[in-house]
């Protein structure tokens, strides 16, 4: 039985369901508060988007991030918290035109590709109510989706990318005894605890970490490269 789609607000740390944290991040009393005294410190003010991301039902972030930092930024942030493994190739997809990595648009130079550098701000992409695809490895692809749900005027200090509210890590039962599984199975998919681990058929050497990301199970990945800034009490 898998777990709810529920996480917890970085500012106030009340818990909201996945489908409801974007409308309590937009009147969370602890989070304007936060805002309007980064704004008294006196710093330079400028454009910050909140964009949410989604990786199938289970996994999504709300972030903000500076409207002029770059795609390749937001490429580089999406691969440390939730993708890396290989250094696989990515791409965006913004309103039909494709902004690719650099090493893909260098190995189809010559191709006719209607496709773009990453090295674009996002204030010249994207605006309010934009969404945008994702793909991360183009074989053993990872598909994401984001949304942006608002520009503001403000200073995120000393944060590059802030991360407001991610899904909690959800519960998957093992297929074999019905208890928490720590492992997921490359060849079969099975999710697997580790008491169940030796009796697997498909063997140990198959097995990968149960992680909070929409690339478990997929190619290698063993989790995160990079670490929260903030630990939910």
């Keep these: 039985m898998e777990s709810k789609s529920e996480g917890i607000c970085r500012f106030c740390l009340k818990k909201f369901s996945g489908a409801g944290m974007g409308r309590h991040l937009s009147a969370c009393k602890t989070r304007q508060g936060k805002n309007a005294s980064e704004l008294k410190a006196g710093r ?4 910050i988007y909140h964009i949410k991301i989604s990786g199938y039902k289970y996994y999504w972030l709300h972030i903000e991030i500076p409207g002029n930092a770059t795609l390749d930024d937001l490429d580089e942030f999406l691969r440390g ?12 997809t913004i309103r039909g035109v494709k902004y690719d990595d650099e090493r893909l648009l260098d190995e189809f130079s ?7 550098s990453m090295n674009k701000r996002l204030y010249s992409v994207l605006k309010v109510k934009d969404g945008f695809s994702y793909e991360y490895d183009f074989g053993s692809t990872t598909y994401l989706e984001g949304h942006v749900l608002a520009v503001r005027e403000g200073n995120l200090g000393k944060d590059k990318i802030r991360i ?4 909690n890590p959800y519960v998957f039962e093992c297929d074999h005894c019905g208890k928490t599984a720590t492992n997921t199975c490359l060849e079969c998919e ?4 580790d008491q169940c681990l030796d009796s697997h ?26 670490i929260d800034d903030w630990t939910p009490k």
């Design 81 to 92: 918290i939730w993708l890396e493994c290989c250094g696989h190739m990515s791409s965006f």
């Design 44 to 47: 330079k003010k400028y454009k």
């Design 164 to 167: 407001l509210a991610r899904n």
């Design 110 to 116: 010559d191709w006719d590709m209607p496709s773009q």
């Design 201 to 226: 058929a498909c063997g140990e050497e198959m097995m990968l970490d149960v992680v909070n990301s929409p690339r478990m199970g997929v190619c290698g990945y063993g989790g995160p490269d990079m």
């Design 190 to 193: 099975e999710f697997v605890c």
